[in-house]
């Protein structure tokens, strides 16, 4: 999504939406499998040199469980805010100077889905993950190997306690 700045400086006010395409986080979180069209609305100001933009972004993030690596999809929500400006001195951190004759927002919105997406998703908030010794899905089934994973660690437990030297 890209902002062309003469005309919108003649402006001096942009009121926009648009459905764009944002692959880079998909490839850059393990477990988001792919994100739908991300639809975002925007509404710029100019404030010289300064050059205010709010909007929201709304997308349906595919995703992968984190403890059962089941897909599922989840809807997301975020706002957006980021400050741009014409004047190279006055730019820093949060500030982005913009150089050329369009602005360019995409790398601020995928950085506003970033802050916004789940990065352990869960399918669901008590979701029981893989058996780690079979393999089964315990959110479909239970296997017999559950006891027998659990227990030997809690022996072992019971007897380093009880192996501390007391002084
Ligand atoms: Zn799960
Ligand atoms: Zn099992």
């Known amino acids: ?38 639809h975002v609305e925007i509404k710029a100001t100019y404030q010289e040199p300064l050059i205010v933009v709010d909007g929201t972004i709304d997308t349906v993030v595919h995703y992968t469980c984190s403890r059962c690596l089941t897909a599922f999809s989840r809807p997301l929500s975020t706002d957006f805010h980021q400050l741009y400006t014409t004047d190279a001195n006055r730019a820093d951190d949060d500030i982005r100077w913009v150089e050329g004759d369009e602005i360019d927002l995409t790398p601020e919105l995928e950085e506003s889905i970033f802050l916004a997406i789940d990065e352990r998703p869960l399918c669901r908030e008590d979701c029981l993950g893989l058996c780690p010794s079979c393999g089964v899905n315990h959110n479909e089934s239970t296997c017999a190997c559950e006891t027998e994973t659990v227990d030997p660690r809690l022996e072992a437990l019971r007897g380093l306690l009880s192996d501390t030297p007391s002084e």
Do not use: C
Not at 2 to 24: A, M, Q, T, W, Y
């Open 1 to 38: 999504m890209k902002i062309d700045v003469k005309p919108f400086i003649r402006e001096g006010e942009l009121i926009r939406e648009d459905d764009v395409r944002l692959n880079r986080i998909a490839a850059a979180v393990v477990d988001v499998e792919s994100l739908e069209d991300v």
